[in-house]
């Protein structure tokens, strides 16, 4: 089965930029979907983003802020983060699925380890 590494997390002002990567091995995910979510302390996890063949979605809260996208050469899922917030500071985990995207966790049967990304004011 797939493995997920995420990595690019860290510390950041508010107003910066950083590019999270979702490393995977196993099997090719070009034609999985492939997910961002995010988990502050004390709160749900929660959708930011996420692709599937010819689509990719955002959450409202990180529209025309994020990309989502994808090297099927490296097999790896990039989440680029602009105009970064302090309400973007959470653990950032990468998910994938064969199958339809959703912007529903519980569908997502392979998770990464998350990747800490802290931002501030």
């Known amino acids: 089965q797939v493995r997920l590494v995420e990595s690019g997390g860290g510390l950041v002002q508010a107003g910066g930029s950083l590019r999270l990567s979702c490393a995977a091995s196993?099997?090719?995910?070009?034609?999985?979907?492939m997910a961002w979510f995010r988990q502050a302390p004390g709160k749900e996890r929660e959708f930011v983003a996420a692709t599937a063949i010819s689509w990719s979605g955002y959450a409202d809260s990180v529209k025309a802020r994020f990309t989502i996208s994808r090297d099927n050469a490296k097999n790896t899922v990039y989440l680029q983060m602009n105009s970064l917030k302090p309400e973007d500071t959470a653990v950032y985990y990468c998910?994938?699925?064969?199958?339809?995207?959703?912007?529903?966790?519980?569908?997502?049967?392979?998770w990464g380890q998350g990747t800490q990304v802290t931002i501030s004011s």
């Open positions: 998910a994938s699925r064969r199958g339809a995207y959703s912007s529903d966790s519980a569908v997502y049967d392979r």
């Open positions: 196993g099997r090719s995910i070009r034609s999985d979907a």
